[in-house]
């Protein structure tokens, strides 16, 4: 195949995101467990960017993780999907960008539903205007927030402090991605890449430095699948899952994970301190595990913000190794205190991961 | 280890050819060449005594023994009579009892 026929071909692969002016859609995982990683977003897009974001203070849950996990009705979750939209309407923006891959998936359904059925469009606006008396348009561009970042990561690249290489023999760090599961699996032709070739973060990796590894479960659930997760006779099947994914990333020894999905970063890291404590096994290098970041927090150490601003704190595998990898300066002391500076205390050490 | 969870990391049901072992497989085949020739047609199970009035499957089995699925394939192993009737529909010729025969001296020497 020659070259132009193949760039013909990804050209299908693409998909149309804005420039600027965002409706911010928090995700309920990662703005509990990796705080720092949406404030990062956030302060990149206007800061150092110089784009618009709206976080909007009265926008909810999408129940999502009720939704999926079959105690929230079909008609309930569209309403509250009508009232975000109504939120964004009402500020004056257009394109919605959800930080969580669930809510992209779930908003992506619904729009699709709508398009398919506009009589159930038109009972959800019923809906709405019954629960709230609000009005919706529907977004004109829907694009997750880590399509945000890939379209803008040659400038930040531009502005990069640290690439994604080790500084002392001058390799690139090796990244394996995560995809997850609802970004482009539902509806392949809403990500960037498809469900086949996941381009989405691997773009960002080269871009900064980086060298991806296609290992071989790279496609593969992280189990979270909530009903999965949520159900405890369930959870040892959860696991399952991400070891699988582990043990299939092993043996390129990766410098880290990089994932899109709040669910999958908050699985992928603490699962590893779960596999330890019940097998023994770690994936890192000398009883490490692989540190996870999300592709916010991978951008936010590119463009040289402070670990701890940026909550690396917050993670079960130790991040530290990685940064030494990167040549990126920090304060051991200042990981375990507050904002104010006060010590917040330590917390137990697991029994077999080293941290 | 520590077992506080409630739950234990469940067993993945993939057959995984690159960790089970092959060598009973190898001993089948080296033992009974005509054990190759079967293209798995069944014709020995539609008559099988054993499998008339139980689970057994030779089918089965020659595919559980080829995956290196050993342990299901001792479990089965013994259900058979040895009546031979299975060797008399065999369009390759595969000598099928004493295949079985072997097999089952194989898991007597190495308890499988």
Same mark, same amino acid.
């Given at each position: ?31 509990t ?9 956030l ?16 926008h909810?849950t ?6 999926h ?26 394109? !919605? ?26 009972? @959800? ?11 919706f ?6 694009a997750?927030?880590?399509?945000v ?21 001058g ?17 392949? /032709?809403?990500?960037i ?9 691997s ?55 990089? @994932? ?50 940026i ?45 | ?21 092959? /060598? ?9 060449? /005509?054990s ?21 499957? !030779? ?18 192993m ?20 004493r295949? !079985? ?5 194989? !898991? ?5």
């Open positions: 195949m020659n070259l132009e026929a193949k760039q013909q071909i990804w050209k299908e692969y693409q998909k149309e995101i804005a420039d600027d002016r965002y409706y911010y859609a928090r995700s309920c995982i990662r703005q467990f990796f705080p720092g990683s949406e404030w990062a977003y302060d990149i897009l206007g800061n150092r960017l110089g784009k618009t974001v709206f976080d909007d203070p009265r909810t999408c129940t999502g993780i009720g939704y996990s079959d105690v929230v009705p079909v008609e309930t979750i569209m309403t509250v999907v009508a009232r975000h939209f109504a939120l964004m309407t009402e500020a004056g923006f257009e394109n !919605i960008t959800p930080s969580c891959i669930t809510s992209f998936g779930i908003y992506t359904e619904i729009l699709h539903t709508w398009q398919e059925h506009p009589e159930i469009e038109e009972q @959800t606006h019923e809906y709405l205007w019954k629960a709230t008396r609000r009005e348009k529907k977004p004109k561009n829907l997750h927030t880590s399509d970042i890939y379209k803008f990561r040659h400038e930040i690249a531009a502005q990069k402090k640290h690439a994604l290489v080790d500084v002392h023999t390799r690139p760090l090796r990244v394996v991605d995560h995809i997850g599961c609802h970004y482009a699996k539902m509806f392949p /032709s809403k990500g890449g498809g469900a086949e070739f996941p381009a989405v973060l773009g960002m990796v080269t871009a900064w430095g980086g060298e991806p590894v296609d290992y071989p479960e790279r496609r593969h659930c992280c189990g979270f699948g909530f009903r999965n997760y949520l159900v405890l006779a369930n959870r040892g099947y959860s696991i399952a899952n991400s070891k699988k994914k582990f043990e299939s990333m092993q043996p390129y020894e990766p410098d880290f994970i990089i @994932t899109n999905c709040p669910g999958c970063a908050m699985f992928l890291d603490k699962w590893q301190y779960t596999i330890s404590e019940m097998e023994g096994t770690t994936y890192g290098k000398d009883g490490y595990g692989i540190p996870v970041l999300t592709y916010e927090e991978a951008a936010a150490l590119v463009l040289g913000y402070d670990p701890w601003e909550g690396l704190q917050m993670h079960q595998v130790s991040v530290e190794p990685l940064l030494e990898k990167m040549g990126i300066a920090y304060d051991p002391d200042a990981k375990y205190r507050n904002a104010r500076g006060e010590d917040m205390g330590r917390p137990a050490c697991p029994n077999y991961l080293k941290v | 280890m520590n077992n506080i969870w409630g739950f234990t990391i469940s067993s993945a049901r993939v057959i995984d050819y690159d960790k089970n072992d092959r /060598s009973f497989a190898q001993y089948m085949t080296d033992t009974v060449p /005509s190759q020739l079967c293209i798995g047609c069944g014709g020995c199970t539609a008559t099988c005594t054993a499998g008339a009035l139980t689970d057994f499957n !030779i089918r089965k089995l020659q595919m559980l023994v080829k995956r290196g699925e050993n342990r299901e394939a001792g479990e089965q013994h259900k058979c009579m040895l009546c031979g009737k299975c060797l008399l529909v065999c369009p390759r010729g595969v000598d099928t009892r295949m !079985i025969f072997a097999m089952l001296k194989y !898991i007597d020497n190495q308890k499988l």
